[in-house]
């Protein structure tokens, strides 16, 4: 058995401890629910008086609820972390880009366990600064909102852990998770001759999927096929590069699906159908990307190509074949219905009920522990299927997510301070820091910041909304960590032979290919 069927082997083996803890997890969900706890969260996330809840003797749902009632504070601490505390941020940061470079740390870096480490030390640099260090109130936005004082060393680092882990962190990883792992039970196979043409409609079909099932899922769908379509080639790196750009980001602004900027604004109550409204900046920005790769590879990298490496592509030729559909297909769609529709800031549609805390989250677990148990194995042997992606997005992001906390908190407060005012201003503002923070979080900050009212939208006010949603959006692709799905992309197509660029590296690309196109975007509508 070869060194990559052993290792995929091994990781389906490890399926069947994922399902085991998926179920485990869900019994611990409907324990849970029997003492109405998350009844009791989605209560306290929306700031519900007690008698929304239907108590179950014994569970105290009703008084806990009530004490939340009367312990429920307004108004927004006004303080805000010593700036040097955006060391911790900045350090991970350049050990992402740093790290893979050095012949001294390159080995140490491929480990995840390691990189969970650096992450994982970092986050915790943070926590202890708000634990000794900070003297001021902390704005809690899980179970709704809070001004909590630092009353005791344990205070504030877990108003942190609940707002970066608990509030932004789960549902981010988990719903990453349901759509990589379901996704890896589909196999689109085949080897078509690796023309310029063949690779741009790849990335035109995944660009529009991008919005229909979400970046992560597109991208997990196509990026196989497409590393082994070009498996003959040499130069393969800018097309994975290309990739990045369009189906893990630009590709994912037409849904809130799409992208998980714009489902937080639809969470904040945003039409569903509003972003559809972007339709010509998304068609403007995705064709312009597909002609510009389309012209780059015609001229420049597929001449490049030896003879022998053409002929191979020529002559080694496969058609397109679907593998694992069934259940896949269904379970993908469930999981993109239960993000749309099972979040607890919003009632379920048609009714008055408000889906329990972290539902969403269980039911989109309980549709990768079907995958796996009834998918196809050989379908995610044949996928070369492993974890290692998600494992590694997951070791990386819980420390950026804390890490990033102090940053977010200094932009929150001073953010008025900043000289941004019209559309094309926040458009650049937006995607800058979505560039280098998470962009679902950015996306609130300036979402606040402008005082959007989806209720009451203005043509001033909708103009706004489009350029930070845009921002989010676009200029997620301008770094690896923009967007969780680079990560896993960049991961797979290395585990494929591919030698991808660095940190920096892979700057050179967006900064020579997607700034200009930005400023044109602004020129051209803001």
Not at 247 to 270: A, E, H, R, T
Not at 342 to 350: E, N, Y
């Amino acid at each position: 058995m070869s060194e990559h069927h052993g290792g995929a082997a091994a990781e389906l083996g490890s399926s069947k401890g994922v399902v085991a803890g998926i179920l485990a997890i869900l019994v611990l969900y409907g324990v849970a629910a029997a003492m109405q706890w998350p009844q009791t969260g989605t209560a306290m996330t929306n700031g519900m008086h007690a008698d929304h809840l239907v108590d179950a003797p014994g569970t105290g749902a009703k008084e806990h609820a009530e004490h939340f009632d009367s312990g429920h504070e307004h108004g927004a601490a006004a303080a805000h972390p010593d700036y040097f505390m955006v060391l911790p941020f900045c350090l991970l940061l350049g050990a992402i880009a740093v790290f893979p470079l050095s012949h001294k740390t390159e080995h140490f870096w491929e480990s995840n366990r390691n990189k969970f480490l650096v992450a994982g030390g970092l986050g915790l640099l943070t926590l202890a600064y708000y634990a000794f260090a900070y003297q001021h109130p902390l704005d809690r936005h899980f179970l709704g909102h809070k001004v909590v004082a630092p009353d005791s060393a344990t205070a504030l680092p877990w108003v942190i852990i609940q707002n970066a882990i608990f509030n932004d962190f789960v549902p981010f990883i988990v719903l990453l998770f349901a759509l990589y792992t379901i996704c890896g039970g589909i196999r689109i196979s085949g080897d078509l001759p690796a023309h310029p043409s063949t690779n741009t409609a790849f990335l035109a079909v995944g660009g529009l999927l991008a919005s229909l099932i979400g970046t992560t899922g597109a991208a997990m769908l196509l990026i196989r096929p497409v590393l082994e379509t070009n498996s003959e080639r040499k130069h393969v790196a800018h097309t994975v590069v290309f990739f990045i750009f369009i189906i893990c980001n630009c590709g994912g602004c037409l849904l809130p699906i799409g992208d998980p900027p714009l489902f937080l604004g639809y969470l904040q109550g945003v039409d569903f159908l509003w972003t559809l409204g972007l339709w010509k900046q998304w068609a403007f920005v995705n064709a312009a990307l597909l002609a510009i790769y389309f012209l780059g590879d015609t001229l420049v990298a597929y001449p490049r190509e030896t003879k022998r490496d053409i002929q191979r592509d020529e002559t080694r030729v496969r058609g397109l074949q679907f593998g694992g559909l069934m259940p896949n297909v269904p379970l993908l769609m469930g999981v993109v219905l239960a993000a749309a529709l099972l979040s607890p800031t919003k009632p379920f549609p048609g009714t008055d009920w408000y889906p329990w805390l972290y539902l969403r989250e269980a039911v989109q677990l309980g549709l990768v522990a079907i995958s796996l148990a009834f998918g196809s194995s050989k379908v995610r042997s044949d996928n070369g299927f492993n974890y290692g992606a998600i494992l590694e997005v997951a070791a990386l992001f819980i420390g950026i997510f804390i890490c990033m906390q102090p940053a977010l908190q200094i932009l929150d407060v001073k953010g008025s301070e900043l000289p941004v005012k019209s559309a094309a201003q926040y458009f650049w503002a937006t995607g800058s820091l979505s560039s280098v923070l998470d962009n679902a979080p950015t996306y609130l900050v300036f979402y606040e910041m402008a005082k959007i009212n989806p209720a009451e939208l203005t043509a001033e006010m909708a103009e706004l909304l489009a350029a930070i949603s845009l921002g989010a959006v676009f200029m997620g692709a301008n770094t690896y960590i923009g967007n969780g799905p680079n990560f896993m992309v960049k991961t797979i197509a290395e585990k494929a032979g591919v030698k991808m660029p660095s940190f920096f590296g892979y700057m050179v690309y967006s900064f020579s290919v997607l700034i200009p196109l930005f400023v044109l975007v602004t020129y051209m509508f803001f």
